[in-house]
């Protein structure tokens, strides 16, 4: 861990270099100028380093949320620096191809500056994206969904990523949004805290008060593995009345119709004891004639149970890709991005999630609480 923090700390404080010199050296700026801004550059680079830590858990987030906010929201600010200084040097190129080198600098003075302003401008914008949560409505229509679940509505929460940043009141209002839709079952897909149980565990206490008739399930994601404490997490949540599936399923019954509801845990590196994902497991005594939901944190692992009767999964991870363009990078990673789309034979509908990682801030990617509808035909 240790030489990673390392080697991301020399990589972010090379590309801050970079920016320094593309913004402000190479349009040769007045030199209190490029002071100025290498000083800002410098001390945002230490705020991201020092929000990192805080997300972490290396430093404890108590007291020093301010802080995290702080360097977290530069880090949407250096993304859209960096997102411009490319735009900018494809501009430029040709220009030096065809041997234009006088026209350089007066573009790079004009780019420059517009750069610095779109990118604040962007953040500030998406500061207000991530901070409103809304309700998305889906309806999910099956012939295996019985009569007696016609109807039947499920709240998806999925990636709040509270404790270093958002603190409890976050979590508040997620219940709050939720528990005003009178869901009849509500599932957890995971990453909905960021850190250790003894530092952030307190901030997620009000997903006790969510109430849903058919009760509420879940299984981790990937950042309740990265910290280290996956079972401890699962502890966690079972104290709050939240049911973790972990390669299991369970019969919900409803007005005289039935489903399965499975669930598998995050398929993050870090695992001890083999208790990574396990299809056979997870579906073990599903009736293919029943319709069977799945949970599963990323939208991929939809390509572990292919073939197997799976009706529906629902996922998050992606947070819609949070900040844009960065969608394009999570669709290498990912078959889906957000919405219902089919994985092979499984339609997965994947939430971009209430909160956000690392940056408090979206852009073109709003935060959702997906409610789903099933309609038998």
């Known amino acids: 861990m240790s030489l990673f923090v390392a080697v991301v700390a020399v990589l972010l404080a090379l590309v801050t270099w970079s920016l320094h010199r593309r913004l ?8 209190a100028a490029q002071l100025a801004a290498a000083v800002v550059l410098a001390l945002g680079w230490v705020g991201i380093m020092l929000g990192f830590l805080i997300q972490g858990g290396v430093i404890d987030p108590d007291g020093m949320r301010w802080l995290a906010w702080i360097g977290m929201t530069w880090l949407a600010v250096f993304w859209y620096l960096i997102v411009g200084t490319l735009v900018l040097g494809l501009i430029v190129l040709p220009m030096r191809l065809a041997g234009r080198g006088d026209l350089r600098r007066p573009v790079l003075r004009i780019g420059a500056p517009v750069i610095v302003v779109v990118a604040l401008g962007t953040t500030a914008y998406g500061l207000g994206e991530a901070g409103d949560p809304s309700i998305t409505p889906v309806t999910i229509t099956n012939d295996l969904v019985p009569e007696g679940l016609d109807g039947l509505r499920i709240a998806l929460i999925t990636d709040l990523h509270v404790g ?3 603190d409890a009141g976050f979590t508040e209002r997620v219940v709050d949004l939720v528990n005003a839709e009178q869901p009849d079952l509500v599932v957890i897909a ?5 850190g250790k149980v003894a530092q952030v ?47 299991e399923n369970v019969t919900i019954e409803a007005g005289g119709g039935v489903l399965s509801l499975a ?21 073990r005594g599903v009736d293919p004639a029943v319709f069977t939901l799945l949970l599963a944190h990323q939208p991929r692992m939809a390509e572990l149970v292919k073939g197997r009767g799976v009706n529906l999964q629902l996922s998050g991870h992606t947070h819609g890709g949070q900040l844009w363009p960065f969608n394009w990078l999570v669709r290498l ?22 909160g956000a990682w690392g940056p408090p801030v979206r852009v073109l990617a709003p935060p959702e609480i997906p409610v789903i509808t099933l309609r038998t035909r």
């Open 24 to 31: 402000f050296v190479t349009p040769q700026w007045p030199y």
């Open 164 to 166: 270093p940043i958002r």
């Open 190 to 194: 995971g990453d909905i805290a960021d």
């Open 201 to 247: 565990g307190s901030e997620i206490e009000a997903l006790r008060r969510l109430d849903a008739e058919l009760g509420v399930y879940g299984v981790d994601g990937n950042h309740e593995v990265i910290s280290g404490e996956p079972e401890k997490w699962a502890h966690q949540w079972h104290d709050l009345g939240i049911e973790v599936l972990h390669n």
């Open 263 to 283: 669930g598998m845990p995050d398929s993050s590196g870090g695992r001890t004891g083999g208790s990574g994902p396990d299809p056979d497991a997870a579906l």
């Open 333 to 354: 990673q990912q078959p889906t991005l957000d919405g219902l789309e089919p994985v092979g034979d499984v339609p997965v509908l994947t939430s971009r999630g209430a």
